[in-house]
């Protein structure tokens, strides 16, 4: 009789569980290991452990491959989840990058800042009862693999259109309309007022979300397949509009919004108070040293070091985890998040706001920001109204003491000045005023991303970028 080492049946073991329908039951929904707490609020790195191959398998294995995949609908880019999944499972990683690439431009980025709790694995069939399958941990690690091996498209047999686009803004939006005009035989050259691509992806979230060099990887691979990027030139100052309007067949507008919401709290001009964007860029600003020559004349985004200080934090979303988290690791003394409803309302991603409790970061509930107070105009504590569902005190206000208030209640639209010049047309609200679809009053400028929605998701500015791409295909005929 044949001898069959251990080895072997192990093997074998594992490929009945990963094709074994019913696997879901025996293979429980498992997140890639975190760095300890301790360890990881000591520094901006990203705080999550690469897994093994063997960990992708089981995991993507987990799929049910639904008859009408829900998760596939939940996502704003319509990713094909449940074919990448299969290729995963198998371990063709490189077909599964191929496929998440034919919807995405960014499934790395994606992979770690798009609130899959929110959308696809939420909308997991197993998500209830056996756990979602982690598909935004499969995305994050199977588009790494592709870079980290140099992986590019075919695109030899792509036909040359002759056309030239100018794409404006080098963020989400612009990242996705530009990638499928080049993936079309499109001429595009990206125009960005900052020194690297990515937009707030770069400068507005902390590494230990997404670390830098992951968006250096990406811009290698986007001028591979042709793109130009004109980065540190600001469109309106160093060039005009009207020129780029000359010199290519259509424009696109990815801008975004960066104009802070400060709730017009009585105090807010009080020494210590930040608005959140500015503390983000400054912090990303002074790690990456950036020659950020738009900015160098203000300082609105000058670095903050909170260290020792007593920090609140105004929000519930995804920008008052980030700066939350980034206090810790700038050793203040006390952090505290203080949103106005209940916990299971707060806007951001659930599991960013467990990563900032497992920090040390405290989480006060149901308290409405009234007033900024100060001593000689030095910021000394805020004065909160207690919502009505909350029984834990008996008056109807509160004051907390802090030496700095963050306060991070969203962003509105950015209108640039050079708008009016061309006639464009924004609502009241500073946000453009559309045309048709991705069109705007004007012929042949295009837009999308949030200076059209308004604040919003990554994953959405790159699906209104994509859809702006193929108006543009579709207008050349």
């Known amino acids: 009789m044949k001898k069959v080492s251990k080895t072997t049946c192990e093997s074998s073991k594992n490929i009945d569980i990963l094709k074994d329908p019913l696997n879901y039951i025996s293979?429980?929904?498992?997140?890639?290991?975190?760095v300890i707490a301790e360890s990881r609020k000591t520094n901006f790195n990203e705080i999550y452990i690469k897994p093994s191959d063997e960990h992708i398998k089981k995991q993507s294995s987990r799929c049910l491959d639904c008859g009408n995949p829900y998760c596939e609908w939940k996502c704003p880019l319509h990713n094909i989840i449940p074919n990448w999944l299969e290729l995963s499972k198998n371990g063709q990683f490189e077909k599964a990058a191929e496929l998440m690439h034919e919807t995405n431009p960014l499934p790395e980025i994606c992979g770690r800042v798009c609130p899959q709790d929110r959308l696809c694995e939420q909308a997991c069939t197993l998500e209830t009862g056996f756990g979602a399958v982690t598909i935004g941990d499969v995305e994050k690690q199977i588009?790494?693999?592709?870079l980290a091996n140099n992986w590019r498209p075919d695109l030899s047999n792509v036909k040359k259109l002759n056309k030239k686009v100018a794409v404006i803004g080098a963020g989400p939006a612009g990242i996705g309309c530009a990638e499928l005009l080049a993936r079309n035989g499109v001429d595009v050259t990206v125009y960005d007022r900052y020194p690297e691509i990515?937009?707030?992806?770069?400068?507005?979230?902390?590494?230990?979300?997404?670390?830098?060099?992951?968006?250096?990887k990406r811009r290698k691979f986007l001028e591979d397949i042709g793109i130009t990027f004109k980065l540190n030139v600001e469109v309106g100052n160093d060039i005009k509009i009207e020129d780029i309007q000359k010199a290519f067949d259509s424009v696109f507008l990815g801008l975004g919004c960066y104009t802070s919401l400060d709730g017009e709290l009585k105090g807010k001009k009080s020494k210590g108070v930040i608005n959140a964007l500015d503390y983000l860029i400054g912090n990303v600003y002074q790690q990456e040293k950036f020659n950020i020559?738009?900015?160098?004349?203000?300082?609105?985004?000058?670095?903050?070091?909170?260290?020792?200080?007593?920090?609140l934090v105004l929000g519930g979303g995804d920008t008052a985890m980030d700066c939350?988290?980034?206090?810790?690791?700038?050793?203040?003394?006390?952090?505290?998040?203080v949103y106005r409803r209940d916990k299971h309302s707060m806007p951001g991603s659930p599991r960013e706001v467990e990563n900032a409790i497992e920090e040390g970061v405290e989480f006060i509930f149901n308290h409405q920001p009234t007033e900024i107070l100060s001593n000689n105009n030095i910021v000394n504590g805020v004065n909160f109204d207690l919502a009505s569902d909350d029984t834990s005190k008996k008056n109807?206000?509160?004051?907390?003491?802090?030496?700095?208030?963050?306060?991070?209640?969203?962003?509105?639209?950015?209108?640039?000045?050079?708008?009016?010049?061309?006639?464009?047309?924004?609502?009241?609200n500073g946000l453009l005023d559309m045309s048709k679809g991705p069109l705007t009053n004007i012929e042949n400028l295009f837009a999308g991303g949030d200076m059209v929605s308004g604040a919003d998701l990554v994953v959405t500015a790159?699906?209104?970028?994509?859809?702006?791409?193929?108006?543009?295909?579709?207008?050349?005929?």
């Open 27 to 34: 293979i429980s929904s498992q997140r890639p290991s975190k």
């Open 293 to 311: 020559k738009t900015i160098q004349s203000t300082d609105q985004y000058n670095y903050k070091n909170l260290k020792g200080k007593n920090v």
């Open 198 to 216: 990515g937009g707030l992806l770069t400068f507005g979230i902390p590494g230990f979300k997404l670390e830098k060099e992951v968006i250096r």
């Open 396 to 428: 109807n206000s509160n004051i907390i003491d802090a030496d700095v208030v963050i306060i991070a209640f969203g962003f509105a639209a950015s209108p640039s000045s050079w708008f009016s010049d061309i006639g464009l047309r924004t609502k009241a």
């Open 143 to 146: 588009s790494d693999k592709a």
């Open 462 to 477: 790159i699906a209104q970028g994509r859809d702006a791409a193929t108006e543009i295909l579709n207008s050349f005929g």
């Open 324 to 337: 939350v988290r980034s206090a810790v690791r700038q050793n203040a003394s006390k952090v505290t998040c």
